[in-house]
């Protein structure tokens, strides 16, 4: 399991935006590097499930949205840089939730073809909070 940090959270008024980041490390155990993890960001608002809100392949090619965020949210990756983004644009208040970011190692390139679900992910960060106040 790799170990993933979240940073980028915070206060912002509708229309805003933010840039969380994912720092991962630990996964070069076996000789593995950071492209053969697809990353996840999700989402959770109090009261409401997990929600996966986009998917980003190891190579950083294949990328997937929520319909809830599509034209608005980017996810991206440097993989030199151990870090995975979520590029939040015109946010709303419905966006308020704790983000998370996902790992696990997959073999499959397609693996983000179909949004995963939070059960195909097996390393997780901690979170961080986005408000979306006005």
């Known amino acids: 399991q790799l170990q993933l940090v979240e940073s980028g959270g915070g206060l912002v008024q509708p229309g805003g935006s933010l840039r969380l980041s994912c720092a991962a490390s630990?996964?070069?155990?076996?000789?593995?590097?950071?492209?053969?993890?697809?990353i996840g960001w999700f989402r959770q608002a109090p009261e409401h499930e997990r929600e996966a809100v986009a998917c980003?392949?190891?190579?950083?090619?294949?990328?997937n949205y929520a319909d809830s965020v599509k034209g608005r949210f980017a996810i991206s990756r440097d993989n030199a840089k151990n870090t995975t983004y979520l590029q939040m644009n015109i946010l709303k208040p419905e966006d308020s939730a704790v983000y998370y970011c996902?790992?696990?190692?997959?073999?499959?390139?397609?693996?983000?073809?179909?949004?995963?679900?939070?059960?195909?992910?097996?390393?997780w960060g901690q979170g961080t909070q986005v408000t979306v106040f006005s």
């Open positions: 980003i392949s190891g190579n950083g090619v294949g990328t």
């Open positions: 996902a790992a696990v190692r997959s073999p499959y390139p397609d693996f983000c073809r179909v949004l995963p679900r939070h059960w195909r992910y097996d390393s």
């Open positions: 630990g996964f070069t155990l076996g000789g593995f590097t950071l492209r053969s993890y697809p």
